[in-house]
């Protein structure tokens, strides 16, 4: 009698310890897919962001003064904003030619630790009007 209790005991610590594993894995997953989540959370609204600024700089005029109204500021010719999450970065150059300007800015977003998340181009093409 004795024997066939430890055995159950037994038997009931295995179990318990094998849904004691399971329940870790588990936890662990979803933790792993909250943090996956969140992440493309931020990358999408990072991604729409670096597009409403393309367009921006593609319309303005003057791409120093619409990026100083969108919130930028000039840190050696790159202009920087940053955001809880993600950190935007914008180049700006322009090469001249006898038939007009073509202006070129780099949109690049950034996460807070640094990883480049996307680089998008953009490019406008200025004639000269005799």
Same mark, same amino acid.
């Given at each position: 009698?004795?024997?066939?209790?430890?055995?159950?005991?037994?038997?009931?610590?295995?179990?318990?310890?094998?849904?004691?594993?399971?329940?870790? #894995?588990?936890?662990? #997953?979803?933790?792993?897919?909250?943090?996956?989540?969140?992440?493309?959370?931020?990358?999408?609204?990072?991604?729409?962001?670096?597009?409403?600024?393309?367009?921006?700089?593609?319309?303005? %005029?003057?791409?120093?003064? !619409?990026?100083?109204?969108?919130?930028?500021?000039? !840190?050696?010719?790159?202009?920087?904003?940053?955001?809880? !999450?993600?950190?935007?970065? #914008?180049? +700006?150059?322009?090469?001249?030619?006898?038939?007009?300007?073509?202006?070129?800015?780099? #949109?690049?977003?950034?996460?807070?630790?640094?990883?480049?998340?996307?680089?998008?181009? +953009?490019?406008?093409?200025?004639?000269?009007? %005799?």
């Amino acid at each position: 009698m004795k024997n066939r209790s430890n055995s159950l005991l037994l038997e009931l610590l295995i179990v318990i310890a094998f849904f004691m594993i399971s329940a870790t #894995v588990l936890l662990q #997953v979803f933790a792993a897919a909250r943090a996956q989540s969140v992440r493309a959370e931020h990358l999408a609204a990072a991604a729409a962001e670096a597009q409403n600024i393309a367009d921006t700089l593609y319309a303005a %005029p003057d791409a120093e003064e !619409a990026l100083r109204e969108l919130g930028f500021a000039d !840190a050696d010719g790159i202009w920087r904003r940053e955001e809880p !999450a993600w950190r935007t970065e #914008v180049s +700006c150059s322009a090469e001249e030619s006898g038939a007009g300007v073509m202006r070129r800015a780099l #949109v690049r977003v950034l996460s807070a630790e640094g990883e480049e998340w996307l680089s998008l181009p +953009c490019s406008r093409f200025e004639e000269v009007r %005799p």
